[in-house]
């Protein structure tokens, strides 16, 4: 993947691992345009190999840093009441609550 594909982050194994297109068949004789394109650039038979490893490898990816995880909210941000409160306390020269 990295000779021929250029595979240098998880991105890059993202864009390998994509939906295959249709009339695409994980087997040699697979005439898809993807397939087609790697045979003619790459000089190899079994395209789908390189795809069925970057979808393994992409398996093995943690969810922290897996592209397809949602981003969640962090819990430790303040809530508006928070800010709310930290605005009355710069101003009252009191307390403030840092996130």
Known sequence: LTDNHKVCTVGDLKVITHPTLQGHVNKKECKCARCSNDCTQ?????????????????????????PSTEVQKNILDLTPDQDTANIKAIKDNGDILFD
């Open 42 to 66: 790459y000089k190899y038979n079994k395209p789908y190999r390189c795809q069925k490893t970057a979808i393994e490898i992409m398996a093995c990816i943690l969810p922290k840093w897996h």
